[in-house]
């Protein structure tokens, strides 16, 4: 068993949880934190920090509002306690250099704000997850056989939340990646239209992906209930999607894992042997 101690904020999230898997199984002791967690952890609570930190010497950090104003202020505090709890290493999850929206400017400061906080790091900006079509918001729509998205023939380079977690669990627990800005991507570019194909392959299942206008997409979400702030944001999302602003490859993944990073299709395999789609 590893003397290391890592702190997994986000341990409920999907790239937090198997952080915490992946380092268990190496033997280093994680600490597990999420606001509903045992070991409790709560960016807008601040005396929840210090008892977060206690003997830890790395950390997984998952800033829910990293698009906001706000994120810079609370990592910067959050890095500088970090250094002075004796943490020797952080890792943040960011988004691409070049993602979409005035949001991208409180994302780069928050990320310089962890750069100068003390601790050594790394930051990982990810691409759309791979999981988000079985355990996030797109997993209804698939499993309501037609998904229904603003995003045209735009292309992503989608990843794998389990590559992002072996990068992140590999830049704590191995030399050599301290510095590092990895831009991570899955190997190839793919629509909407693409992953809906390869999930309907995958399952045998009649899925359809429709292209919609952004006005069809928004009253269709807020007849279901989404809150104003989600489909505002969605919407730009997606647009930047369908815009190309996303249409670019990164070797991230080979850089730090000596690795191509996993096929949407190996996922799609993979879930649907689990019966994540199962209607």
């Known amino acids: 068993m590893s003397d290391e101690m890592i702190l997994v904020t986000g341990a409920t999230g999907k790239t937090g949880r198997r952080v915490a898997r992946l380092l268990r199984e190496r033997g280093t002791t994680v600490r597990a934190a999420s606001r509903s967690g045992t070991a409790t952890f709560d960016w807008t609570d601040r005396s929840t920090w210090e008892p977060a930190l206690r003997g830890v010497t790395g950390m997984y950090v998952v800033h829910p509002g990293l698009g906001g104003p706000q994120a810079a202020q609370d990592v910067a505090a959050f890095g500088r306690r970090a250094a002075e709890a004796g ?131 928004a009253e269709e979400q807020r007849a279901q209930g989404a809150p104003e702030e989600w489909v505002h944001l969605s919407v730009g999302m997606y647009d930047y999607v369908r815009s190309g602003g996303l249409a670019s490859l990164s070797d991230g993944v080979q850089r730090a894992l000596g690795r191509a990073p996993r096929d949407f299709s190996e996922y799609a395999d993979a879930a649907a042997r689990q019966g994540v789609w199962s209607s």
Do not use: C
């Open 87 to 217: 943490v020797r290493h952080a890792v943040l999850l960011s988004t691409p250099s070049d993602a979409w929206g005035p949001a991208q400017e409180h994302v780069l400061a928050a990320e310089r704000a962890l750069e100068h906080a003390g601790p050594e790091w790394t930051v990982l900006r990810v691409r759309w997850f791979f999981q988000n079509f079985s355990e996030d918001f797109l997993l209804d729509p698939v499993l309501s056989g037609e998904v229904r998205l603003p995003a045209g023939d735009g292309k992503e380079a989608f990843i794998d939340a389990e590559d992002i977690a072996e990068v992140a669990v590999a830049a704590l627990t191995e030399a050599g990646h301290a510095g590092w800005h990895y831009e991570l991507s899955g190997p190839r570019l793919m629509t909407f239209g693409d992953t809906v194909a390869e999930i309907a392959r995958a399952t045998g299942r009649d899925l359809r992906y429709v292209p919609v206008t952004q006005e069809a997409y």
